[in-house]
């Protein structure tokens, strides 16, 4: 402990060492530009268009930049974003994490980056997202369903996260990031490149962490009703590593723009020893306990590439712009082998994988897509296509989901029109189409089978060669009325989404819960309907946002636990069975601020969320991972200090309501009070601006449980405290 805090405060005195030397060197760099300058202008021109589009859009969107996301900088992109109302993370561990919009997740949130899909292996509740928030310059988060826009899968709403925009003609540049946080003794950096002559332009990024077990404010937890203490209250085993590629070069011309895009995220983190798959007491506390920093079995590797391709040209009235790309995703979760159910006691020399490798996951995605946007009189209209195919491969001792091929394909139509200053409506249809081929898979093991008072041995078939097709239609309509300082808007829609091969054909051991899914090759396509309402009100001083929204489903997917249990594959684990039923949902989210002074401001942020199943064996229970009510308290002050510029200090308090209505085996979460602290500022340095902040995130280390973290099913509570320093150190030449 001593060891890595020492460490970590001798990480922050290397930042403050850095900034000096290259305030000296930035002295001596002579410049007929001014960064600056052109910095600030490209920020107006942005808030400019935010606000725009929040008026003239009928869907709930929020818009965050990349300041932002350093102010609230977390252990993954998501979590940097969850002080936005209705927006939750599912959490494993301080590194992965995946969206949670308005209660909805998995594969009814779809990730965008780039204007290309996301596609890993989202349906895991231990399985992140793949991005660098350090390569994140501007999110848009789209509260609610998006199928007009992206098709299947988007039925909960949107991440997108939008390209870099092009450097300044004639400029040469970058920065320089650096972060260090306490609680998990994490060191990152992040190095960027770019430039640009007057049509060409590059724009690269290195990232790299390195973080060690993270701490809770506990020493003991139960997992399983076994009492588990903690070495120094750390998490055995949460260590992690992260190595990040990314590269953007093209062209851009006056009605000519190509843009190809590379990046390659690797990562390596550990699951928590006592709680995955294993018996806590057969645990190797001694070894999981000598290091916080090493990463030993059971652990995850995940690797994604991904390329594209963007290329729009103007004809005339007409934008039209084309998408091509390419993304592989390779998943490998590593644990000692131990032999469930009638799996041998020795793992056999001759298998096709290692003995430690206990699954395995190879995803190749090909997709692409295209779209006009042109105008006639007052009618602002889009067309676009998009194909998407994949092809996921399996291997491991372990077996979950069969392999499969997949492709997507659609086509729709969007019309926004202007009827006058203050009266905008929007119509859009579209059309899609799936298929899914899923293939057998046998037990690369003998089980004895009994049949007619005879007992031989069988290698079981855990999957049959299945193939499914789905097709829809949905719809989208919207109005907005923008009178002077109130906004109105109102959107009503249908989305759709295809059920994925683990809802479809999974048939095995979760060895991550201690239960047994099996899928249902029945089921079919989830479809949602949702009315969302918007209403702004815009002074000087003050502005109030309200987003309420109802939402029914009338074949809702979900995993329903059974009384049966499974006798071939484990110690009798309880067999969870795919299911549908009809759910309604609804709820809201608040937002208000009020400036007391021009540099003293106050904010409220508040969620609520309804969620209950109409139909099937689980009739008159909500869903998982809903989140309770919350409000977040913020107090902002802003002071002009002289040599500084848009400094800050910032406290906030978010009270979480107790979550009572749970869907079983779900357990109550209590009510929580957590404080966070932060400041920060931008220091002249030469000719540029090093922004620095600091947080202190768990202000009190208050142990509480959060209703939506994967670790909470063993009641396990969130990292204490944890103070972060990051600094973004930019730099530029002149040509």
């Known amino acids: 402990m001593k060891n890595a805090q020492f460490l970590f405060w001798k990480y922050c005195f290397l930042l403050f060492s850095l900034v000096f030397s290259i305030e000296v060197i930035s002295q001596n760099q002579p410049s007929e530009k001014k960064p600056e300058i052109k910095e600030l202008k490209e920020v107006l021109i942005n808030g400019n268009s935010i606000e725009k589009r ?57 990730v965008v980056e780039n204007g290309l899909k996301h596609e890993g292996q989202q349906w895991g509740a231990d399985h992140g997202l793949e991005i660098d928030q ?110 990040d590629f990314h590269l953007s070069t093209g062209y851009s011309g006056e009605n000519l723009k190509s843009v190809f895009y590379f ?70 979760e590593w644990s000692h082998y131990v032999n469930h159910g009638y799996m041998p006691p020795i793992y056999p020399e001759d298998m096709y994988a290692p003995q430690d490798l206990e699954r395995q996951y190879d995803k190749d995605v090909w997709s692409f897509s295209a779209k006009d946007e042109f105008a006639v009189k007052r009618h602002q209209i889009t067309v676009g296509t998009n194909v998407v195919s994949q092809q996921n491969a399996i291997s491991g001792w372990s077996f979950l989901i069969p392999a499969f091929t997949q492709i997507n394909a659609g086509l729709f139509v969007y019309d926004k029109i202007e009827l006058n200053e203050k009266w905008f409506v929007h119509g859009a249809v579209r059309y899609d189409y799936g298929k899914i081929k899923m293939k057998s898979y046998y037990d690369w093991f003998e089980s004895p089978v009994s049949e007619n008072n005879q007992t031989q041995l069988e290698y079981l078939q855990r999957s049959q060669d299945l193939t499914k097709t789905f097709k829809s239609f949905t719809w989208s309509a919207g109005v907005n009325y923008n009178p002077g300082n109130l906004s109105l808007k109102a959107n009503l829609g249908s989305s759709f989404r295809m059920p994925i091969a683990k809802e479809l054909a999974s048939n095995g051991v979760n060895y991550h819960y201690f239960r047994f899914e099996k899928g249902n090759p029945n089921l079919d396509a989830e479809r949602s309907y949702q009315l969302d309402l918007g209403m702004e009100w815009q002074q000087q001083n003050w502005s109030f946002q309200l987003t309420p929204f109802l939402n029914y489903f009338p074949n809702f997917i979900y995993l329903n636990p059974t009384a049966a249990h499974d006798i071939y594959y484990g110690a009798g684990n309880q067999v969870f069975e ?97 404080f966070n602290l932060a400041f920060g500022t931008k220091i002249k340095s030469g000719k540029q601006d090093i922004s620095f902040s600091f947080q202190i995130q768990n202000l009190f280390n208050t142990k509480y449980l959060n209703h939506t973290s994967f670790y909470r099913l063993i009641e396990l509570p969130e990292a204490g405290r944890n103070i972060i320093v990051s600094m973004k150190i930019p730099f530029s030449f002149s040509r």
């Open 54 to 110: 929040k008026k003239e859009e009928s869907l709930n969107v929020e818009t965050v930049n990349n300041s932002f996301i350093q102010r609230n900088l977390g252990g993954s992109l998501m979590q940097s974003l969850q002080k936005l109302p209705g927006v939750k993370t599912i959490s494993i561990g301080s590194g992965g994490s995946k969206p949670l919009i308005r209660g909805l997740s998995f594969n009814q949130v779809i």
């Open 134 to 243: 350090y390569a994140v310059n501007r999110v848009e988060i789209i509260k609610g369903p998006s199928s007009f826009i992206y098709g299947s899968d988007a039925v909960g709403g949107a991440v997108n996260i939008k390209p870099l925009p092009l450097p300044f003609k004639n400029t040469f540049g970058g920065n320089v990031d650096l972060t260090g946080k306490s609680n998990n003794a994490q060191f990152g950096s992040s190095f960027n490149l770019f430039g640009r002559n007057e049509n060409w332009s590059f724009d690269t990024r290195v990232t790299t962490m390195d973080y060690g077990d993270y701490r809770v404010p506990t020493d003991t937890v139960h997992v399983y009703s076994y009492a588990v203490p903690l070495y120094k209250n750390h998490l055995r085993n949460t260590a992690g590593r992260e190595l």
């Open 263 to 332: 990046s390659n995220v690797y990562t390596k983190s550990g699951f928590f020893a006592n709680a995955h798959g294993l018996e806590p007491r057969n645990v190797d506390a001694e070894l999981h306990d000598k290091s916080s920093r090493d990463i030993l079995m059971p652990y995850q590797q995940v690797n994604h590439l991904k390329v594209s391709n963007t290329t729009s040209f103007q004809v005339k009235n007409h934008a039209f712009e084309t998408q091509i790309g390419f993304q592989k995703n390779f998943r490998r």
């Open 578 to 674: 795919y299911e549908q039923s009809k759910v309604f949902r609804y709820g809201a989210e608040l937002q208000t601020s009020y400036y007391f002074l021009k540099s003293l401001s106050a904010t409220i942020a508040a969620e609520y969320l309804y969620s209950e199943q109409k139909s099937g064996s689980k009739k008159g229970y909500t869903l998982p991972f809903s989140p309770p009510p919350s409000v977040l308290f913020g107090l902002n002050y802003e002071p002009q200090i002289r040599f500084l510029k848009e400094s800050y200090f910032a406290v906030d308090y978010r009270i979480t309501a107790p979550q009572n209505q749970i869907v079983p085996p779900e357990k109550k979460t209590a009510e929580s009070h957590v």
